[in-house]
């Protein structure tokens, strides 16, 4: 008798375990894989022995074969030696059936009903979980009577399979996150995809999802999220994860995050972040939750009044990565005092070794710190901006309020919503 080319492991549970000279022995109660690979090794097989407490594990390798009723064994009972299951090894029936999984590929939560082995390159392996009704049926003895119900009325429903290279576990008994594999499954997904999985995630699923991306992944993903789950992210880590996270995300954004948690978790976690991003919070915490400061970001680029235009560019392509928009470049003087603006065109397109004085324009479009945010909203509107500074009463320029932020500030949910992200970082 030949190994199955494929089984699903339901099937493999119904099944008893005989020994050489095919003795029952007892029933197949669970299979161990080693993760590492993209289709996980069978390595293990967990037997409920008869009129014993304890389970006896095996070696795959004492598999002789498997018929459709019965898993056999090389050798007899009494030559049979218990092993222990490995750190890189998990139980497949208490570690991953009936549990929570990211479907990295289709960007979804979904419960795991079956799994499939096949054998590849004379190996068995984890090749899928199934996740369907014919899944779920099979698991409770049912497909039969469900196929031939299906059949009366003329319907075949599909095995609905996710290849195993497209499964992250979330559940914390699973182990899976343990793995740099498993993280960079998520960490390729679009923010938006990945906002839309955490969104979806119990607490606690979230907690143990966002504690295995790195920061700038789980950043780039609270960006696309609603308010309330970036504070239930939050909530859900350690404070120096928290930190982190706190450090990659755009400063209005963190002072809002940081301006409703409770004044100890909100003093702690400025503690733990670096000085200057910490810096850059606490400014903005400064002013009125609906005030242009509460909504404006220090992430901008400045230009010096006496630079050329070959001068301008260096000096871009040095900062360009960090601000939140340089489709606008603000020009300040030696007293930090904004004095004109230029666009990002009007820079390309002019001589290296002009001046930028000479290509500005003075007259620039304002607001001030505690402006409403309806006005700074109202402004970018009716001049078609991007972007609006926000100058302080010298004159000193202290950040801007780029388009989307307004939008945000000044519509319902509900429209926001329907409106594509201008900037992204």
């Known amino acids: 008798m030949a190994l199955y080319s494929e089984a699903y492991f339901s099937d493999l549970l119904r099944m008893t375990v005989r020994d050489r000279d095919d003795q029952i022995i007892g029933r197949l109660r669970d299979v161990a894989v080693r993760l590492g690979e993209t289709f996980p090794l069978v ?5 409920r022995l008869r009129g014993r407490r304890e389970p006896l594990i095996l070696p795959w390798s004492a598999v002789r074969s498997l ?3 019965s898993i056999h064994l090389h050798a007899l009972l009494a030559e049979l030696q218990s092993v222990e299951v490995e750190p890189e090894e998990i139980r497949l029936g208490s570690s991953v059936l009936n ?3 990211v ?14 082995l096949a054998t590849v390159e004379g190996q068995l392996r984890l090749v899928a979980v199934g996740v369907g009704t014919r899944s779920l049926l099979r698991g409770l003895r049912m497909e039969g009577l469900a196929q031939q119900i299906w059949g009366w009325f003329g319907r075949h429903p599909h095995e609905q399979l996710i290849s195993w290279e497209d499964v992250h576990a979330v559940e914390p008994t699973s182990h899976l996150l343990r793995l740099g594999v498993e993280r960079e499954k998520l960490q390729r997904l679009n923010p938006a995809d990945l906002a839309d999985i955490l969104g979806v995630l119990s607490a606690q699923h979230r907690a143990v999802v966002v504690s295995s991306l790195d920061d700038e992944t789980t950043a780039a993903a609270m960006e696309e999220m609603e308010f309330e789950i970036q504070k239930s992210v939050l909530d859900s ?8 996270i706190l450090e990659e995300i755009a400063p209005d954004a963190a002072a809002d995050l ?3 948690l409770p004044k100890d978790r909100a003093e702690e976690l400025l503690s733990l972040m670096e000085p200057e991003e910490a810096s850059d919070v606490k400014e903005l915490l400064k002013y009125p939750d609906d005030s242009v400061g509460g909504l404006m970001t220090p992430d901008f680029v400045a230009l010096r009044l006496g630079m050329s235009v070959q001068q301008a560019i260096e000096h871009l392509r040095q900062e360009g990565d960090e601000p939140e928009t340089i489709f606008y470049c603000y020009v300040v003087d030696e007293h930090e005092r904004l004095v004109g603006v230029l666009s990002l065109r009007d820079l390309i397109v002019a001589p290296p070794d002009q001046t930028i004085q000479s290509i500005i324009s003075t007259h620039v479009v304002s607001v001030h710190p505690l402006d409403s945010q309806e006005r700074a909203a109202e402004l970018i509107a009716h001049y078609n901006l991007l972007a609006v500074p926000v100058i302080g009463e010298k004159g000193e320029l202290l ?3 780029t388009v989307d932020d307004a939008i945000d500030a000044v519509l319902p949910t509900r429209w926001k919503k329907q409106l594509p992200k201008v900037f992204s970082r």
Do not use: F, M, W, Y
């Open 258 to 260: 940081v301006g409703d």
């Open 67 to 69: 018929s459709t009723e």
């Open 43 to 47: 390595t293990k097989l967990v037997v």
């Open 399 to 401: 950040g801007i309020v």
């Open 99 to 101: 549990r929570e999984i």
């Open 237 to 244: 880590v350690e404070s120096e994860k928290a930190a982190d």
């Open 103 to 116: 479907d990295v590929e289709n960007h979804r939560v979904v419960r795991v009903h079956d799994l499939k």
